[in-house]
Every structure is written in C-alpha cells, then in structure tokens.
C-alpha cells in the first residue's frame, strides 16, 4: 500500500475523532488549524527576519520559518504558504 494513502487514511480518522470530541462542545474543528497555526508562525518569523540586525540574526529566524513551513506541509500537504 501506498505510503501516503495510510497517512491520508489516519488524518482522516484523527480529524473524525477530533471533530465527534468537538461537536459536543459546539465548536468545529478542522485538521488544517494546527497547519495554519504554524504558517502564521512561520510569516511572523520571516517579518522579524526583516528587522534583524545582522545577516546571520536574518538566516537564522528565516531557518526557523523555514521548519515552521516544513512542519505544516507535513500537516497538510496543501496548506499555502503565507
């Protein structure tokens, strides 16, 4: 079986899981959230990057926006990047 099915397959079931758990106390829960999470995590980073001091301050806050990016595709492979 494919590697990614069985990924697809499993977020499917969490996101189930999760949204039953939410329904009862009334609020609707999406698997993209903690993608988006870390999306607007990463942008935040690349705009203090912006302001960094020093060319190495700037690398490395754009290496952290970086990770936050790379965690949210593996979220959700089709989340944008902001």
């Not at 494919?2 to 009334?26: K, P, Q, T, V």
Request: hydrophobic share 35%; charged share 35%.
């Amino acid at each position: 079986m494919d590697h990614n099915y069985l990924y697809r397959r499993r977020e499917i079931s969490l996101f189930m899981a999760e949204d039953e758990s939410s329904a009862a106390s009334g609020q609707r829960a999406t698997w993209s959230d903690p993608a988006d999470e870390r999306r607007e995590h990463a942008a935040s980073f690349r705009r203090l990057a912006g302001r960094a001091r020093t060319t190495n301050g700037a690398f490395a806050l754009k290496m952290v926006a970086e990770q936050f990016d790379d965690d949210a595709r593996r979220i959700d492979p089709f989340s944008e990047r902001r």
